[in-house]
């Protein structure tokens, strides 16, 4: 297996009053394929994606991925988030991240609480992402299935099937985006990827090796 780089830093987004903090995992050599912004829910943090292994996984499939602690959250209590938890934030929050943090065409990953920056950020700059994994994020009823049809960025909905709220709700509205697929993981709950994270590896590769 190819050898990762693992580091850690933070990044100063406007009106977030302290820094954010991120995680980063690259492969030691060869080219970087593809970026990747983990983002997270709100009982979690970057550190679930360290300890599941899928800041590795990814280095190993060739990516460079970084993993943020959203503001208030994690390592980034200090931060100050730019919308109340459940109101959409800013667009261009995300985008500073990813500008900042030099993520060109990347792909986002989105579970849960997360939904409320990445949805804005993909309705209004689909042009700046090369693909979106949400995973039961909130806020997906806050946009008309008009606007996901004109998403045309590929797109892999993950849900568990124990997660018979925010999965079920947040896919019914997801299925409009004009280009996606689904997977449905076995017996997961809402973080499925905490649950099954062999299965969520597997699903995350395979959706990577076909962008």
Not at 144 to 173: C, F, H, M, W
Not at 183 to 190: D, I, L, Y
Request: aromatic share 6%.
């Amino acid at each position: 297996m190819s050898a990762v780089k693992m580091t850690e830093g933070s990044v100063q987004v406007e009106g977030c009053k302290a820094p954010l903090f991120y995680r980063q995992s690259e492969p030691t050599e060869g080219e970087v394929r593809m970026s990747v912004l983990l983002l997270h829910g709100i009982r979690f943090s970057s550190e679930n994606w360290l300890n599941i292994g899928t800041l590795e996984t990814l280095a190993k499939a060739g990516c460079r991925a970084v993993a943020i602690d959203l503001p208030g959250l994690g390592r980034s209590k200090s931060a100050e988030a730019p919308a109340a938890v459940g109101q959409l934030a800013p667009a261009g929050f995300l985008k500073e991240v990813c500008e900042q943090l030099s993520l060109s065409s990347v792909v986002v990953i989105s579970p849960s609480l997360s939904g409320m920056y990445s949805l804005p950020f993909l309705l209004q700059h689909q042009a700046l992402i090369r693909a979106y994994i949400p995973v039961a994020p909130i806020c997906t009823e806050k946009f008309t299935a008009e606007q996901y049809q004109s998403v045309k960025v590929p797109s892999l909905i993950v849900y568990g099937d124990q997660d018979t709220q925010l999965g079920e709700r947040s896919l019914n509205n997801l299925r409009n985006l004009a280009n996606h697929s689904v997977v449905v993981m076995k017996g997961a709950g809402h973080p499925c990827y905490l649950d099954d994270p062999d299965t969520w590896h597997k699903a995350l590769t395979d959706f990577l090796n076909t962008l």
